[in-house]
């Protein structure tokens, strides 16, 4: 069975510093780890995904994130916010099975304050 | 990049009709797509796993008889709620696996409000 655990509901940051969002995740296989963005009334677009290759993960919009096993996390960054950042975000797991399926977290609201 | 798309964006039905919502993979072959159901400020629920040509494998709680889904091609899902009921009233999310690309890449529709009156 895998879980992610995302800490915390909210994240508020002032535009133009660093993001930092938190995910831990629990898996018996090698995993496979993803973040994904909603904007409000949308659906989920992918940000980055980490499948076994480079350890850290560089996404879309200036987001990037590092897998480190020995911690079971997977944190999405960016160095500096823009108010286009606000928005939930969703950490997620798989295991690297062709069928299988995505396990998200609880997911986390970004703020960026002006 | 891939998309996928669902209609529609939002429906409003009366209490104790049917309705049809569709999710199709514009640019990708799609064997397998899922449907979520999202409460609000709450993440995803997954409802049912679709496999195209076989049925689909409902979540433990998700009345198969309630919502009926349907995948009869690579590239179109339906998710049909049955009597529809004002708790049914909710956002559903559907997505799509890439069949002809690697690391499990998934990517999600637009999503679909639903409103039962």
């Known amino acids: 069975a895998q879980s992610v655990t995302q800490l915390g509901s909210h994240v508020s940051v002032s535009e133009g510093a660093l993001v930092l969002l938190r995910c831990n995740y629990s898996s018996s296989v090698p995993p496979y780890l993803f973040w994904y963005v909603q904007y409000p009334n949308q659906g989920l677009q992918l940000l980055l995904k980490y499948t076994s290759a480079a350890t850290l993960v560089k996404g879309i919009n200036g987001f990037e994130a590092e897998f480190k096993k020995s911690e079971t996390s997977f944190h999405l960054t960016k160095p500096s916010a823009h108010m286009s950042d606000a928005a939930e975000y969703f950490c997620?797991?798989?295991?690297?099975?062709?069928?299988?399926?995505?396990?998200f977290g609880k997911g986390i609201t970004l703020s960026v304050r002006p | 990049g891939a998309v996928v798309s669902q209609h529609p964006s939002r429906v409003i039905c009366k209490s104790g009709t049917s309705v049809k919502i569709e999710c199709r993979s514009l640019d990708f072959q799609a064997t397998t797509m899922f449907w979520y159901r999202q409460f609000p400020k709450q993440s995803l629920m997954l409802m049912a796993t679709?496999?195209?040509?076989?049925?689909?494998?409902?979540e433990q709680g998700v009345e198969k008889d309630k919502f009926l889904i349907n995948h009869a091609s690579l590239t179109l899902s339906t998710l049909t709620v049955t009597s529809a009921h004002p708790e049914d009233s909710s956002f559903y999310i559907c997505s799509a696996r890439d069949r002809g690309h690697s690391g499990n890449t998934i990517y999600f529709g637009e999503g679909s409000w639903l409103t039962v009156v």
């Open positions: 679709s496999n195209e040509g076989s049925k689909a494998t409902y």
């Open positions: 997620a797991v798989s295991d690297p099975g062709a069928n299988s399926k995505l396990t």
